[in-house]
């Protein structure tokens, strides 16, 4: 459907990306992954026109519809049944029922329609500037980070509308559980090009891995090989009775392309430091209470004991509290009744996103983190600079003129130069690229001491979650388990409404089926077992094909071996057998990696379903 060919783009000497070139096909479904600032948005503005290539072409198809959902919210009439109605083409401008369907659709019920856009809270106004691309009914969707600043509800409920979009759709987000449940394929601005694979964000650095890790052999081998043509040609110049000889080495030599050592990207990769902990208990907060307005209290008489090594999440819609009591936890807030008691060897490492204000602008990277713990010396802050990508002379850029991602980087740094054994984390991975989450788990899964944590992310919640703190339903309560037990236990109560429309009637109200409580469970149970007999099956073809891709790995890693000591060796015959060998496993791994992809997204779509029955019958 579009067709990219030769694209170059950079900003003054920074080149984004040269010679791209992908198609995008009916019905696919594209994450565009990269590192910040290696242009992604860039290639997205490239795509509906609002940036300009500097060589290269694009062709899209006559008529072609494309709809861009922007990070950023931008309201400009005084109802919400005016501001999405900007979005209807200039021939339908009037058909405000055409507006008034998709609303409804999302959510919003007609005295909803006459609010004011402000009026809402952020998961509402993401869903508004959705309605206001969807009245365009695009062929193309184009969305840029759509749940940043979503709490964890709102990002289910853009989850389960995006698993039913039935045209082509172009993704960018940092949240890699979110991408992987929705693609088709991964693309990827990477070393300046663009690759696209079929398949998840997994498989897709699986495969540049594995064709790094080729390049680089293949590399070495020719330069043994170019060094033996030269030797050659050295030692055996002179001698007239080789001088034929001679010359085809020389002619060789000039054929053959010299492959380049490829430069080491610059990921982040670091760890936090950790403070001994002799205790049993970290902190003991007794009848917790606190609130901005008394009429509406935040949390009321919260009780909680954190043990030490606990990982403990806390989730919620937004605006319930979270980050209020994170503050309260780390002592920037004092109760209003209640107690804290802290064990007197805790030492804490709190990242709040506000704190961002907080950092001196007119400090350089390294002298901000220099003055975080008195202890940490010069060679110290240069290596931490060094894993948050502020090598060299980018740890001297002033705070002030950095952009928000680097921002946080700097704060995570600032954690990283004080030993910790209490980390109290306020939503950390926004601003930062895929790639960057991963570090950050990584760092936050081998943290030797306590961790607290507001997040979104469902990946971060699953992977390191044994205990949560839980706002929902204007309640605050402690939960003794992982997010996937909480899921399977009821979970997210008023995700969605089961609707359905008064066929008496020509304009559709919405109405709530009400089933009583032993009818729920009855039909909770049966779909609980209808799940365990479906899933099954899946699960274990799923765990049967990735037992075969370890197996065939390891043998790809034993061909590899086997191979380069018979290049040593030289012995041609079984570098032939063993080439043959190699090709084949590969062909196999990749086969096997297909079939890995579907059976994932079969999986994944059979526990949407699920997911999306239990649901329903929750909130009846």
């Not at 999405?84 to 008034?100: C, D, N, S």
């Not at 009591?325 to 009744?337: C, D, F, I, N, T």
């Not at 066929?503 to 109405?511: F, L």
Request: glycine residues 8%.
């Amino acid at each position: 459907m579009i067709g990219v060919e030769n694209l170059h783009k950079s900003f003054g000497s920074q080149i984004l990306f040269e010679d791209a070139g992908f198609k995008l096909n009916p019905k696919e479904r594209i994450g565009l992954v990269g590192l910040n600032g290696h242009g992604k948005t860039t290639l997205f503005r490239i795509i509906i026109g609002e940036e300009s290539p500097d060589s290269g072409t694009l062709s899209v198809p006559k008529h072609y519809r494309m709809g861009y959902v922007r990070q950023h919210l931008d309201f400009t009439k005084d109802t919400v049944l005016k501001e999405v109605m900007t979005g209807l083409p200039a021939q339908e401008r009037g058909h405000y029922w055409k507006v008034e369907k998709v609303l409804a659709g999302l959510g919003f019920n007609k005295n909803d329609m006459q609010r004011h856009p402000f009026d809402f809270s952020g998961g509402f106004q993401v869903r508004l500037n959705l309605a206001k691309v969807l009245v365009s009914e695009p062929d193309l969707l184009l969305l840029d980070e759509p749940t940043n600043y979503l709490d964890i509800t709102s990002i289910r409920w853009v989850e389960r509308f995006l698993m039913n979009w039935p045209r082509e759709m172009m993704l960018i987000t940092h949240n890699r559980g979110l991408m992987d449940k929705l693609v088709t394929h991964t693309m990827g601005i990477y070393r300046k090009k663009v690759r696209k694979i079929a398949g998840n964000t997994e498989k897709f650095y699986a495969q540049i891995a594995l064709e790094e890790e080729v390049h680089e052999k293949t590399r070495i081998k020719d330069e043994r090989r170019r060094r033996e043509i030269e030797q050659f040609i050295a030692r055996f110049r002179a001698k007239a009775r080789l001088a034929n000889m001679v010359q085809s080495r020389i002619k060789t030599l000039a054929k053959t392309g010299k492959k380049e050592k490829l430069e080491k990207l610059k990921t982040l990769d670091f760890a936090f430091r950790s403070s001994p902990f002799p205790g049993k208990h970290v902190l003991s907060a007794r009848d917790l209470s606190f609130s901005y307005d008394f009429r509406k209290p935040l949390i009321k008489n919260f009780n909680i004991t954190i043990g030490s090594g606990d990982r403990i999440c806390v989730v919620g819609k937004n605006g319930k509290g979270k980050t209020t009591l994170l503050k309260l936890l780390a002592g920037v807030l004092r109760p209003q009744s209640g107690d804290i008691v802290l064990h007197p060897a805790v030492r804490k490492g709190f990242f709040e996103q506000t704190n961002i204000q907080n950092l001196v602008h007119t400090r350089t990277v390294e002298e901000e983190i220099l003055y975080s713990y008195s202890n940490v010396d010069h060679q110290q802050v240069r290596n931490i600079c060094g894993a948050m990508l502020f090598e060299g002379d980018k740890a001297l850029k002033k705070i002030g003129v950095l952009s928000g991602g680097e921002k946080s980087r700097v704060l995570i740094g600032k954690l990283l130069a004080t030993p910790t054994n209490l980390l109290l984390l306020d939503e950390p991975t926004n601003h930062l690229d895929l790639e960057s989450c991963d570090a950050l788990l990584a760092a936050i899964d081998s943290f030797g001491g306590t961790v607290v944590m507001v997040t979104h992310n469902e990946m971060f919640l699953k992977t390191l979650a044994d205990r949560l703190i839980i706002f929902q339903d204007d309640e605050l309560f402690l939960f003794e388990g992982g997010y996937q037990r909480f899921l399977e236990k009821g979970g997210w109560k008023d995700e969605e409404d089961v609707l359905i429309a008064d066929p008496g009637k020509n304009k559709k109200e919405n109405t709530r089926i009400n089933l009583s409580k032993k009818e729920i469970r009855r039909r909770r149970s049966e779909v609980i077992t209808e799940r365990g007999r479906i899933l099954k099956p899946l699960e274990q073809r799923l765990h049967r094909t990735e037992t075969h891709i370890e197996k065939h790995e390891k043998t790809l890693a034993e061909l590899h071996a086997a191979m380069q000591n018979a290049t040593q060796a030289g012995d041609g015959n079984r570098i032939t057998e063993l080439s043959k060998s190699i090709h084949r496993c590969q062909g196999d791994i990749e086969k096997l990696y297909d079939e890995l992809v579907k059976s994932s997204g079969v999986l994944e779509a059979q526990k949407a379903i699920f997911e999306e029955k239990l649901q329903r019958l929750e909130s009846d």
